[in-house]
């Protein structure tokens, strides 16, 4: 069975300020691929990040940067000097690889809520 | 332009109907997920299928059903029988690229209430 946990449920921060989203993950196979998702107040989903299992070199992208640690299960993405833009709900996800290369089953974490103030 | 189409975007109907949810893709990608949105519930899986003529159920699958008839077509019908059927419904799609099976394309999702 899969797993993502996101603890945090609501942040609030002020701009500027640098912010981590933790998710914390559960799998038995072990080549899986992780993401990050985006989900402003318009309701589309935006993607951000996939992440394979065998590569655990952090990456950055502007201001977004992404921790992964197979020790801890943990694929963490922090903010650095937030903006209001970055307002939005936050989703991780988990999905196993097959042998075959069939896409399976894609699990969601419950997200996160951040709010920057002015 | 490729993507993914839901429709409609706003849709009501009554209690104890059945209701069907379109999911059209245009990106040739094998798989095909549902997902239904809750406030604090995150996304939730309904129904995914990996190739066409084959699906899989989620987690929350009672009262949902789906077909897969053609690669482009993944439609939901929400029954009488789903308890709680107001929700906001999204559906996504996957394939492959070199770096192996690809991120979720969503589409815009489609808002069902039932009254």
């Known amino acids: 069975a899969q797993k993502v946990t996101q603890a945090q449920t609501e942040i609030s921060v002020v701009e500027k300020e640098d912010v981590t989203l933790d998710c914390v993950y559960e799998?038995?196979?072990?080549?899986?691929?992780l993401f990050w998702y985006k989900q402003p107040p318009s309701g589309e989903l935006v993607f951000l990040i996939r992440?394979?299992?065998?590569?655990?070199q952090n990456e950055i992208s502007g201001r977004y940067s992404w921790n992964f640690q197979k020790s801890t299960s943990s694929f963490n993405f922090t903010i650095t000097a937030s903006q209001v833009v970055d307002s939005a709900v936050y989703f991780c996800?988990?999905?196993?690889?097959?042998?075959?290369?069939?896409?399976?089953?894609?699990?969601f974490g419950k997200g996160i809520t951040l709010s920057v103030r002015p | 332009d490729g993507g993914i189409t839901q429709s409609p975007k706003y849709l009501f109907r009554k209690e104890g109907q059945n209701v069907t949810l379109s999911c059209e893709q245009n990106l040739n990608h094998d798989a095909m997920y549902w997902y239904r949105q809750d406030p604090g519930q995150g996304l939730r899986l309904i129904y995914y299928?990996?190739?066409?003529?084959?699906?899989q159920k989620g987690d929350i699958a009672e009262g949902y059903s789906v077909s897969r008839e053609k690669k482009e077509s993944f439609p939901l019908t929400v029954t009488s029988a789903q308890k709680n059927p107001t929700a906001f419904y999204l559906c996504?799609?996957?394939?492959?690229?070199?770096?192996?099976?690809?991120?979720?394309?969503f589409g815009q999702g489609t808002r069902l209430t039932v009254v």
């Open positions: 996800a988990l999905s196993e690889a097959r042998v075959s290369g069939a896409n399976s089953k894609l699990t």
């Open positions: 799998t038995r196979d072990t080549t899986y691929y």
């Open positions: 996504a799609s996957r394939g492959r690229d070199r770096g192996g099976n690809t991120e979720a394309f």
């Open positions: 992440r394979n299992s065998f590569d655990e």
């Open positions: 299928s990996q190739i066409v003529n084959d699906f």
